[in-house]
């Protein structure tokens, strides 16, 4: 008779505790055994926890941060635009006025 497999979710701090354990000991095969897990989940959740820096996914970018960097960048543009648009029009009128006899 087979055994009958059930999917388990294991908490980020479980997860996160089987990593240190990992790193610790060296041995990603005690660990696994230890507590019944898939030795290449095990290693994926290594190889993400070094990857993201102690924990097993990546950092969200805060928005709130860039978003006034964005408005900053765009008054600017606009600024330089405005400029551009006036230089633009200077030099119009003035080869209006040289090709006029």
């Known amino acids: 008779m087979s055994k009958v497999r059930f999917r388990r979710t294991f908490t980020e701090k479980e997860r996160v505790s089987f990593v240190k354990e990992v790193l610790e000991c060296g041995s990603n095969i005690l660990v696994a055994k230890k507590y019944d897990i898939n030795q290449v989940q095990l290693s994926t959740w290594v190889n993400n926890y070094r990857r993201y820096s102690q924990t097993l996914t990546p950092k969200e970018p805060k928005d709130e941060k860039t978003i006034p960097n964005y408005k900053k960048e765009y008054k600017k543009v606009v600024e330089k635009l405005k400029e551009k648009d006036l230089e633009i029009e200077i030099l119009r009128d003035l080869l ?6």
């Open 96 to 101: 209006k006025k040289k090709t006029r006899p």
